[in-house]
Structures are given as structure tokens and as C-alpha cells.
């Protein structure tokens, strides 16, 4: 099974900014439609990002014009820049192959952890 790795994490103070990794692999991964997800403690995971094999992206409203979602199919590796960082903002993030309903399709990492400081 296609595992994905996510990376970057970390604490960073309100208005900061990270970026996140998504490593996979396989040599269909450029056909992959990928989401970032997030859950903080005692809350659902939420999907906040996702962009499909042409790089078409969407984005949930609670990161709009603050987050940006790429990938580089040549490194197998999607991103997630994060600016303009919330204390909302902290949670463990994933990332995920999706269908095209957006549903998860793999078995979840470990994800990364990001925390923002007020």
C-alpha cells in the first residue's frame, strides 16, 4: 500500500509561518488527489486543503488566503505553506490520498504536529 509521511511541524508564534511535507511514493503518485487534513485536541479532523492531479486546489474557509497547498510530482511530495499563523491553527496535520469526493483512502500516519503560541 502507497504510504504518505508527513513532516514539518512545529511551534511557531501567531503570525508565523510553516510549511508542511507530504513524501510518498510510487510512480503513479502524480495521479493522486491529495488532501491536508487537521484535528485538534478534542475536535474532529478536519479536511483544510486539497489539490488534484492538474493542480486544481480548494480550501476550507478557516484557511483561505492564508494557506497554500502545492505539490512537486518529480520529489513525490505535496505542501501545505502556512502563513499568517492562528493559535486555532494548532493540531496534529495529515495528509491523505483521496477520492474524488474527497474521502480518505489510506491508513492514517502519524501526522505532524503544528503549535502557534499567542
Known amino acids: 500500500q502507497v504510504q504518505l509521511l508527513e513532516s514539518g511541524g512545529g511551534l511557531v508564534q501567531a503570525g508565523g509561518s510553516l510549511r508542511l511535507s507530504c513524501a510518498g511514493s510510487?510512480?503513479?503518485?502524480?495521479?493522486?488527489?491529495i488532501g491536508w487534513y487537521r484535528q485538534a485536541p478534542g475536535k474532529q479532523r478536519e479536511l483544510v486543503a486539497t489539490?488534484?492531479?492538474?493542480?486544481?486546489?480548494n480550501y476550507a474557509d478557516s484557511v483561505k488566503g492564508r494557506f497554500t497547498i502545492s505539490r512537486d510530482n518529480a520529489e513525490k511530495t505535496v505542501y501545505l505553506q502556512m502563513n499568517s499563523l492562528k493559535p486555532e491553527d494548532t493540531a496534529v496535520y495529515y495528509c491523505n490520498r483521496l477520492t474524488t469526493a474527497d474521502f480518505p483512502i489510506l491508513d492514517w500516519g502519524q501526522g505532524t504536529q503544528v503549535t502557534v503560541s499567542s
Open positions: 510510487g510512480s503513479t503518485f502524480s495521479f493522486y488527489r
Open positions: 489539490i488534484t492531479s492538474g493542480d486544481n486546489t
